[in-house]
DNA sequence: AAGCCGGGGTA
DNA sequence: TACCCAGGCTT
């Protein structure tokens, strides 16, 4: 049987029941795709509903702060998803009167918009013939046909994109599409896939010459960063705090922190001259809350963290009363310090 | 072309 | 642990 028939076949046989599978609103596939990019179905499902729940159409998102948007994001990470997704509601709304683009071409101008999610959108809800290749279709592909070439290099990219066009199907792009992603996540999964019974076995070059393991092939990633991060938690006379946005370019852009001190070594105490005029006046005390530094793992970073209480009689200008600290958009790192931290 | 950007699930 | 996830943007 032809690739693209099993992959149909296979599909209607074992698809899972996902509520953006119900609809081709393009806001609503749009709103899946960006919380889906390098993200498990498992995972962003209740942020799916909970946004779908928030913003019922995209005038809605476009309408709201983007700290409201953070907020409504705050664990699922990339959180420049979330800051592209509001910037792109926007636009639709203000320069598009509201109405998604129905190409291909014209999705990928929209910012947090790449080759996969312009296809998958385009695919869905118009019927485009684009291929999708994400992280599962590499997988399903360059086993299949027993390729070794990096799926992460500028030519794996090309040629996959090429073959993933050549084997895809013509008359049900949108539940090929689908099928496709869904068979790579389910039947050829990263590992110990069930070629057992997959209805490909029979011609799977990978299987028949036992590279099952060893493909995808992938082109090596960056070192870790260890970075040392000591947070500054004030307590004032009044029992508030003090919170700050991230600026800048790196990690967590936007979201809320105590005042930071990042260092090159582990800190062993912090001096008055330390505080970073935080106006605690001349006596605060000082506690460590953690001796051991907790090791917050990101993808590309290891964060050794510190948390110092900062308990002064004064009070503090600016500061924010405890009960209001879940207002904020705030890593996870942080919301786990305020979930378990009692004064 | 390579680096950066989160957090969680899985074997 | 190491790898991966319905990737995209910046340098």
Redesign the pocket.
Known sequence: MIFSEEILKWYRENK?Q?P??DTRDPYKVWI???I?????????MPYYQRFVAQYPTVSDMARAREEEVLKLW????????AR?MHATAKTVVSKLNGKFPETYEGL?K?????????S?IASFCFDELQP?V??????LLSRYFGIDLAIN???GIKQFKELAKKVMSTTNIRDYN?GI??F??IQC????PYCLHCPLNKSCVALATNRIAEL?V??????V?LKHFNYLVVVDANGQTILEQRKG?????N?YQFPLLETKEEMAAISLGQLKDLGLGDHPSILLYNERPMV??????HLYTKFWILRTDKVVAKAIPWEKLPDFPV???I?DFIKRFKF
């Open positions: 899972r996902l953006w599978r899946s795709e960006i889906l990019q390098q993200t498990r179905v498992a995972q962003g705050q664990g699922l990470g990339y959180y420049s998803r592209n990928l929209l910012k947090g918009i790449g080759d996969y999610t312009a998958a999708v994400d992280g599962n279709v590499y997988r290099s500028t030519a689908q992603m869904e790579g996540a999964a990263p590992r110990k995808p992938k082109l090596k990633k960056s070192k960063k370019k790196g990690i967590w852009q979201l917050h793992k990101l993808s590309h970073q890593p996870v790192l919301a």
